[in-house]
């Protein structure tokens, strides 16, 4: 595998979308990657809640890049299927893990973890599972 | 129903998260909402295209919509499978017809379309389908 | 393209497991394709519903077909994401229709109804997407 | 927790569609169930494959059974999300796991394995996750 840690964090910032939500890669190694974000009072819905969607952007980011561990850079994420378990009331941690791969595409699932309300570690939030696939062109990532 | 297009896009304007991006709700009708945004140079990713995340926000924000134009404002997402079909090199419609509602739940499918890399028409960028819930309590829509 | 119904219809009576559940292609032409199949007391669960895996099944099956009929005979079911909205008291018709697709894959969407117990017409028990790719080899349709 | 292994292989023996299939609980404790079915000629499609669909049963009842070791045992799946990753060209051993639970609902994900056609250990064949509920009512499991 060609990739490493600092080169996936800096194709992460060259996404200006993963810069406006604040995103940064915190692990990232054979397999498996994490993607972790602040909260902030723009990224929330309505209720003071992290909105669903910033939720949806870290499961559906963290799939594709540990996707990209096994395949290379050049990914796309073909499909995903999330189910939101809580509402998320600080920052994320989206933790994702390859569960098969092929040479042209992989099957990844991915846990988002927030901070407790009740200030005691960590709650799941969210729990996806998504279809990475290998390109040639320069679609790939995000 | 009580809610009407105007209060229909209060909401979605008073989510801090649906501002940043510059969502707006151009249609909200008994089980359909359609919502809209610009294409705009921070929510990209890194070739060019709007980020995977911002279409999931689209689909999973219309998605809630379009299930509150049946259940009510306070919902809140449980779930969504989303396909990704082509990349969206423009600014995005998320179009969310209810398929089923009880009084307490609602399965919406959604469409989202982009202009049409030949500048003709539109093309569809991806399809989504979720499960929406009513709620009690405060932690609704988003 | 160039399967006919009675060639469609042939190919699922080649399939050992539709014909164990019953199953017949009432619906086939370009871009959609209907598979149907009556209750029977070996295909229920223990309280007498049609078992969700028969449903399941008559899903993932019609998004096959309705994928065929725009991919040509050699297709494969990637992934499917079906939501179950109420049990099943008589015997399913499963309609599903491409969204999207393109030489290599489509994405389909499938309704599954259900006679109401009430006897006065049909009631929606299932709700599926799903993504079929074209192959080359002899893996195909199932 | 109410039920035991034997209690709820009884449960999936009162399946009548569960015994048409020939599936067998094999492993039933505390977050997780494991199903298995042996392939028979009558299971596969056109080219000697498992069909998909009992793919799907399997992975559809595996995640209602790992459910109900936290949930009781009257409980619905709601929604499946299942990839799948290669043909199957033997029996099949369904592995679920409860991924976070309430008391009203549980998310599972569930592994499906295939002898490998080399002979030599297992292959993973489909990978799912789930959402299943618990129900007041009669209209439980399956």
Chains 1, 2, 3, 4 share one sequence.
Do not use: K
């Not at 194709?11 to 993963?18: A, D, E, G, I, N």
């Not at 595409?105 to 005691?120: H, K, N, P, T």
């Amino acid at each position: 595998m060609a990739i490493i840690p600092e080169q996936a964090d800096a194709v992460l910032q060259s996404q200006p979308f993963s810069r406006l939500v604040g995103a940064r890669l915190t692990r990232f190694e054979e397999g498996m990657a994490e993607l972790s974000l602040d909260a902030r009072p723009d990224l929330l819905q309505q209720n003071g809640f992290l909105h669903g969607g910033v939720v949806a952007y870290a499961a559906d980011n963290a799939l594709t890049f540990a996707a990209g561990t096994v395949l290379g850079p050049q990914v796309l994420t073909a499909s995903m299927a999330i189910t939101y378990l809580r509402p998320a009331t600080a920052g994320l941690r989206a933790q994702a893990t390859v569960v098969s791969a092929t040479r042209s595409q992989a099957v990844v699932r991915c846990e988002v973890y927030s901070a407790a309300a009740s200030g005691e570690g960590e709650v799941i939030v969210a729990s996806a599972q998504g279809t990475v696939l290998r390109v040639e062109r320069d679609s790939a990532a995000g």
